[in-house]
């Protein structure tokens, strides 16, 4: 799964899974643009990482859900590296809480960036991403599993898997658009807040009992950015160890 020569915008790349992605991306050949809405410190430490590793890699700060920036973030990675191959839609925001507990703003902040913020780049993408490219939507597995408290966050990602199957079908030039869709992951960001026994009925949930790792959800997009999945196309793939 060689990825040399290919240029990979990855969106939220900062930490977290995003992070995971793009360090394992650039292992593998790619170049890659680390997109962060708001974490500068973060992200330039990925890129530091990336580049003492032999890599190559550019910061780029751009908010998904605003239409300008995702301009933006397309046209310098244009401009420095002449052509993006991969798109990798990691941004996304979650607030676990019950329908009736969810501010207006609560609901409209999940579908800025999660659906919003895809519906951007694929717009940008339809017109500058390179011929026989990838795109690689983050879905979750929260919308098969009608876990309470997720019902905002999950029919964002529901959104996302209608766009990507539809997509898929619009943009042709080769390009196949897949969405990916993890289960619980250990990030940072998920464990906050979550106790021991929460996590425990989680593992217990799947069929390795055990959290994600980031790197689990790394390799499959490795994968869906190589030409080695060329034929796949239009499809969510569920990487949850068999929760769903």
């Known amino acids: 799964m060689n990825l040399e020569h290919k240029v990979v915008i990855v969106t939220g790349a900062s930490r977290g899974i995003g992070k995971e992605v793009a360090l394992l991306l650039s292992k593998h050949g790619a170049t890659v643009i680390v997109n962060h809405s708001n974490s500068t410190s973060d992200a330039d430490q990925t890129v530091k990482t990336i580049i003492e590793n032999g890599g190559k890699a550019l910061a780029i700060k751009a908010d998904v859900s605003n239409r300008?920036?995702?301009?933006?973030?397309?046209?310098?990675?244009?401009?420095?590296?002449?052509?993006?191959?991969?798109?990798?839609?990691?941004?996304?925001?979650?607030?676990?809480?019950?329908?009736?507990?969810?501010?207006?703003d609560d609901f409209t902040k999940q579908f800025e960036v999660n659906v919003r913020g895809v519906f951007n780049t694929l717009q940008e993408a339809e017109a500058k991403l390179a011929d026989h490219g990838s795109?690689?939507?983050?879905?979750?597995?929260?919308?098969?599993?009608?876990?309470?408290?997720?019902?905002?966050?999950?029919?964002?990602?529901?959104?996302?898997?209608?766009?990507?199957?539809?997509?898929s079908k619009e943009i042709g030039r080769g390009i196949s658009v897949n969405a990916l869709a993890p289960g619980p992951t250990e990030t940072d960001l998920f464990l906050t807040g979550k106790s021991e026994d929460t996590l425990d009925k989680l593992k217990g949930m799947n069929a390795?009992?055990?959290?994600?790792?980031?790197?689990?959800?790394?390799?499959?997009?490795?994968?869906?950015?190589?030409?080695?999945?060329?034929?796949?196309?239009?499809?969510v793939i569920g990487a949850n160890g068999a929760m769903v």
């Open 68 to 104: 300008d920036d995702v301009t933006r973030l397309f046209d310098k990675t244009i401009e420095t590296y002449g052509k993006v191959d991969v798109l990798v839609n990691n941004a996304g925001v979650m607030k676990a809480k019950l329908i009736k507990d969810n501010t207006q």
């Open 135 to 167: 795109i690689i939507n983050f879905s979750s597995s929260t919308a098969k599993l009608m876990f309470p408290t997720y019902a905002i966050y999950s029919a964002t990602k529901a959104a996302v898997e209608q766009m990507t199957k539809v997509f």
């Open 208 to 235: 390795f009992n055990r959290l994600a790792q980031p790197i689990d959800i790394a390799r499959i997009v490795l994968f869906l950015a190589s030409d080695d999945s060329k034929w796949v196309s239009g499809q």
